[in-house]
């Protein structure tokens, strides 16, 4: 275990289920962030929250949803997703304004498969 | 964001040392250098990372040119377990996250 838990490991959706990724730290982080890893691609940033604030969102399409309810959970919800969402999707923590020193913890991601 | 430059695969032989090389000519003062590698069905884990001078940790060490605008990684005995996607990024404080490149696939070959 890393220090950041992401549940569930693996999941299979239909294209019209409605489904939420969670992601769990206790490092004491205060930014949290999610990650697409689609196959035989580099890492696609998503979303970034930092103090429990969105900071970011790379264009992501509405169908994904994030929320982040304190500072050490953050959640991914998904509906009607395609079949081209299939991906490895993780989720990292860090300390705000300070991830160049100490850099990101990553959690294991989930599998999601889109059918 | 500055970008570096590493080769796409890298073979090692278990056992021997591994050097992976990262170019990073557009580096700027702030930029901390760091590796993370990624196992198969796995996040990203860190592996190290420095500013100037040389760093020693028990996974690795990092060598930083004088110039810095390219580091290595060691692995001083790679065994099978370090196959891996390495990924060597530079971050400051103040910019943006951390963008992932393609990285570069180490096999260790028994």
């Known amino acids: 275990e890393t220090g950041v838990t992401q549940t569930p490991r693996h999941l299979v959706m239909g294209m019209t289920n409605k489904k939420s990724l969670k992601c769990e730290q206790h490092l004491g982080h205060n930014a949290m962030y999610w990650y697409k890893q689609s196959a035989k691609k580099p890492l696609e940033l998503m979303f970034v929250?930092?103090?429990?604030?969105?900071?970011e969102n790379n264009s992501v399409p509405s169908r994904f949803s994030p929320e982040c309810p304190n500072s050490s959970h953050l959640f991914l919800h998904l509906h009607t997703l395609q079949p081209e969402d299939s991906a490895l999707y993780l989720c990292a923590s860090s300390q705000a304004n300070q991830q160049a020193r100490y850099g990101y913890t990553f959690g294991s991601g989930t599998r999601l498969t889109v059918v | 964001d500055a970008k570096t430059t590493q080769p796409n695969s890298m073979e090692s032989n278990e056992e021997e040392p591994v050097h992976l090389p990262c170019n990073h000519s557009t580096i700027s003062g702030t930029d901390y250098i760091h590796w993370y590698r990624q196992l198969p069905s796995q996040g990203p884990e860190y592996v190290i990372h420095g500013l100037t001078s040389n760093v020693n940790n028990r996974m690795a060490s990092l060598a930083i040119a004088e110039d810095r605008k390219s580091s290595t990684l060691i692995l001083h005995r790679a065994t099978l377990r370090d196959a891996a996607v390495y990924y060597c990024i530079l971050r400051d404080n103040y910019g943006q996250n951390f963008v992932f490149g393609p990285g570069t696939r180490l096999s260790v070959l028994p």
């Open positions: 929250y930092s103090l429990e604030e969105r900071v």
